[in-house]
């Protein structure tokens, strides 16, 4: 679904991503991880076209994706949270959903909707909401939400954009620890049901083990490991990055 190829990206020449090579199959979850600063969501930026690489290439589903626009992306399919979260604080929950839903069928623009297809919006809107289990805030404003429906909210979002891959840098962070996989299960099964690949960036390695069929490590620039995590995170090396444990 998605191949990246030799990429590099260079800020005022300091090399953060160096060659970096790896795919993610169709209805894949692969995790992302790596010591803070490494790069991660850099790596993020250049899939979703916030940042263009210095070289190498993106393809999506065979469509070389290097230098498209961000726009572009979202109507191939790729999709993303902020690892700040992105949402309207003068909008109720469920309006937060719909401008989502306006952008990606072009009405933003339109002063005049017909009844009908605001009706429509407002139906998906309020399905999106019941498939990450907050209908029962849909009236709310962001700022009155926990941490964790923030973080659920922003995911539901990036979802309305109908992604068919979705990179969620962070989903979990600012999540108190006990809410974190109540977060992850209600994001990860919307993921499954919708038959969605997705990359996540994780710091928790629990997470990484309960919710990934891959994981990938990056670190200087590459990524040196790629596999299950538990076979991942058993090598000497990925630990010692990680953790700072010599095998
Ligand atoms: N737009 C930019 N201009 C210059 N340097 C940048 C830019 N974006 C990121 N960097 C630098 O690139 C490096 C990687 O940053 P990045 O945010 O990608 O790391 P990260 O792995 O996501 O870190 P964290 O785990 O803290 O989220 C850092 O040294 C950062 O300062
Ligand atoms: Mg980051």
Redesign the pocket.
Known sequence: MLRVRELVKE??KVV?IDRANFEVKEDEIVSLV?P???????LVNLISGHLYPTSGTIEYRGKDITTATPYVRIKLGIARNF?ITNLFDGATVLDNVRICLFSIYGKIRNWVLSANHYKDVTEEAIHILETFGLSDKANLFPDSLSEGDKKVLDTAMAFALKAKFLLLDEPTSGVATADKFKVMDTIISAIKRQKMSCMI?EHDMDIVFDYSDRVLVLYGGEIIASGHPKEVMEQDKVKEILFGVRG
């Open positions: 800020f005022d953060i790596g803070n600063g490494v790069g991660k969501t850099t690892q960036i």
